[in-house]
């Protein structure tokens, strides 16, 4: 009796028969579906705290310099964490989407 040798095999993408109309429809879909959005949830989670982690790195690093040499990075975890996580924090309402980009008006 040992351990199975390999990594479990699982659907990466949302399933195909899910209606969002009426997800009560099929409950295997509805199961299904949210299993994809809790690991998707759990994977922009751990992308975020890589990125803390990095810029934690940064600053002990760069010591007074970084605000100028850790400003990239600090970028990338307050976009990261834009909208992520199981909650509401203490945002603004407006900042727990994702990222709107302004146009520019002529």
Same mark, same amino acid.
């Given at each position: ?15 195909? +028969? ?9 409950? #295997?879909?509805? =199961?299904?579906?949210?299993? &994809?959005? %809790? /690991? ?12 803390? +982690? ?9 010591? #007074?310099?970084? =605000?100028?040499?850790?400003? &990239?990075? %600090? /970028? ?12 509401? +924090? ?9 990222? #709107? ?6």
């Amino acid at each position: 009796m040992g351990r199975k040798k390999g990594v479990p095999e699982f659907e990466e993408t949302a399933p195909d +028969d899910f209606d969002p109309a009426n997800p009560y429809k099929d409950p #295997v879909a509805m =199961l299904e579906m949210r299993e &994809h959005i %809790v /690991r998707e949830k759990w994977i922009d989670i751990e992308k975020a705290k890589i990125l803390r +982690d990095k810029v934690r790195w940064c600053y002990r690093i760069e010591g #007074v310099n970084h =605000l100028q040499k850790c400003r &990239h990075l %600090v /970028r990338q975890y307050l976009d990261a964490t834009r909208g992520i996580g199981w909650g509401k +924090d203490g945002r603004h309402p407006s900042l727990h989407g994702p990222k #709107v980009e302004e146009a520019e008006s002529e």
